[in-house]
């Protein structure tokens, strides 16, 4: 029951457990309930009297599909849950069931019979579960708070672990922050028994499922659009209030027009803007979508005071260090959509998957850019770009702080120069680690790790094999990872409709040159929703969800940065060097260098430290 009540915000609806005590088996759930809210979709969910048990957090939001399927075959299905369908396809098929699914879980299947089962995690890790294995033992849960409660898991940190996330600004599986506990890979199932569990293993790989078979540029557009509608109409299955984030950005935006159009009733959207921040707010173009689609919008407005205010109630939340500062505002509009209704969809993943991050389209801005004289570059660009002060708060110093980023990996294959950009740590802050190696070698095993999962990929065709990479690596471990803890923090279910399987496999089909051309991000996404969303939508530059955090770095978050990450904090951790943490500051306060991301990793591990120490 401790671990359950660790995970009430998860599921504050319902608690349940079952215990075998002989077997030393037990298993407990919290539910968020959606689908079917009455007592019968309650869990553990329990089948053929009582031989087959389950735990299950997420949708299947084919489970319909599946449910005639099992019918067909026999079964008797009472409910309208779809952890009903779940439990009884488990029970027909065992890990077969699991490419069946089209949908985001995390789950535990027991076979009491068989004194046997397994766990799982969703194709593209949507929903996280997080394991330990001692002798015997297996103990899991959906954050790492559930698994102290559970058993004494161990709490050495993960040196390693702690290194990704200063230098990447996240932890990617199968590693957590603990030494002890490990992070299921998504597309993964980890079975059980009576002996020792076994090594996790994978049930789908979304770079095998891409289709090889090359398309036109007309048919990828027509095919994308019908797919993301499809995809979108999927998920508006809900017995409990549903809604959109609107951020104003592309994907969101696309989500929202969708949804629009298949609920065929006026749809609840909400956003957030900041005062006095006009470069991170994207609040006007939030609520030309609205308009255009008559949306019942909400609209948060962030004062600098409230935006500090939360963050210590946000660190508070976490069992393991984030490094991505954009958990604030996803945290706050969580909130606020919480107050209206249960479920929401978000955008994410349209970026990994149709190139709208700048590293995308930085490598042909750097060949560009090597094509200019030598002497214009070293002697006049070069220098001039140096003695710029540096922040997202302006444009030009966005600017500047892109370009002295995209010089990093001029002399780097596309893999390698991605996994440089993709650092949050800069090169010349490579000393923060005691040992000085360790930069480098962290760079050099990621890149080996993105060689070794997209090899397969056929062609020359490099900047596929970088949006599988991301798909695969960075954003389960970072923007999923961020979005669940967030939303969830709230018991608000967030669906990703741009991570259905459908969409992600034929986006990494299609060729690179569909979704990036002379400097335009989502090529495909923009000449496919040209006349459905405003010009002013499709036209804009990016603009990443975040708050200010580099500013807030500087002066209002400074009292607060500096009573946390104090010499003896850092030290404390024995591999970091508290003088390069305090040149860091210096630095960044004085604009001689934007450290924003980094420093907030510092503080939320400093944080965590704290708070595992009281």
Known sequence: MRACSALGHRGPDHQGTFFDAAKRVGLGATRLAVLDPSTAGHQPMHRDGGRYHLVYNGEVYNFHDVRRELIAAGDLLVTESDTEVVAAACARWGVQALPRFNGMFALAFYDEQARAGFVARDRFGIKPLFYAVGGEQLVFGSELGALEALAPIGRDIDLEALASHLQYGFIAHPRTIYRGVKRLAPGHYLEFGAERPGEPKRYYDPVQAAPSAPIGYGEARSAVRAALADAVARRRVSDVPIGAFLSGGLDSSIVVAHLAESVGRRITTFSVGYEGAASYDESAYARLVAHRFDTEHHELRLTEREV??????????????????????????????????????????????????????????????????????RAMIEPLAARLAVSKSS?????????????????????????????????????????????????????????????????????????????????????????????????????????????????????????????????ILVDAYRG????????????GFEVPIGEFLRAPLRSLFLDVVTREAVSSFGMLDPDVVARLYDEHRERRADHADVLFALLSLCWWKRRLRA
């Open 395 to 523: 444009r030009l110093g966005n600017r500047a702080r892109q370009f002295r980023k995209m010089l990093r990996g001029r002399s780097l294959d596309t893999l390698a120069r991605h996994v440089a950009w993709t650092r949050i740590l800069a090169p010349e802050a490579n000393d923060l680690f005691n040992d000085h190696t360790l930069a480098a070698a962290l760079d050099e095993a990621t890149v080996s790790r993105a060689r070794n999962e997209t090899q397969t990929i056929p062609g020359d065709d490099a900047m596929r094999r970088v949006f599988a990479f991301d798909v695969l690596h960075q954003l389960p471990a970072d923007m999923l990872q961020k979005v669940d803890l967030a939303s969830m923090s709230q018991s608000l279910e967030i669906r990703v409709p741009f991570l259905d399987h459908n969409i992600v496999e034929l986006a990494l089909g299609l060729p690179s040159a569909f979704k990036l051309r002379r400097g335009l991000r989502k090529r």
């Open 308 to 377: 500090i205010d939360a963050i210590p109630s946000i660190l508070d939340h976490l069992s393991e260090p984030v490094g991505d500062s954009s958990i604030v505002p996803t945290t706050l509009i969580s909130r606020l959509a919480r107050q209206h209704v249960t479920v929401a969809l978000s955008g994410d993943g349209g970026d990994e998957l149709f190139g709208g991050y700048w590293r995308y389209i930085g490598h042909d801005s750097l060949a560009a850019y090597e094509g200019l004289p030598r002497l214009l570059r």
């Open 532 to 543: 459905i969303l405003p010009d002013e939508v499709l036209d804009r530059p990016k603009q």
